[in-house]
Nanobody, 123 residues
């Protein structure tokens, strides 16, 4: 049974940075960060694959975010720089416990979710 706990959210001004952490218990195949703003659908931000360390990003990230993993300590990070007000939302960590052919940004391809951490960016 995989368990995910997010941390590191907060309130920053536009242009600022935050680093989110997803602490993982259990074995995962891949981990992703999603976000959801009020009234919007949950959208994929970035993902990394545990064994290969391959990463993918949503187009809107535009080289501002970086996902990384510390396999020794079972933590996946999301470093967010040059934050914009439109980055505001609840950020969730999600994991796949095995290979799934679906696109990494599809929420229904993940079997475990954390409770989320709030990110608020003011202009």
């Amino acid at each position: 049974q995989v368990h995910l706990v997010e941390s590191g959210g907060g309130s920053v001004e536009a242009g600022g940075s935050l680093r989110l952490s997803c602490t993982i218990s259990g074995d995962t195949y891949s981990t992703a960060w999603f976000r959801q703003a009020p009234g919007n659908e949950r959208e994929g931000v970035a993902t990394c694959y545990r064994q290969s360390s391959i990463t993918y990003y949503a187009d809107f990230v535009q080289h501002r975010f970086a996902i990384s993993q510390d396999n020794a300590n079972n933590v996946v990070y999301l470093l967010m720089t040059n934050l914009k007000p439109e980055d505001t939302g609840m950020y969730y960590c999600a994991a796949r416990s095995r290979y799934n052919p679906g696109h990494w940004s599809k929420t229904d391809t993940y079997n475990t979710w954390g409770r989320g951490t709030q990110v608020t960016v003011s202009s």
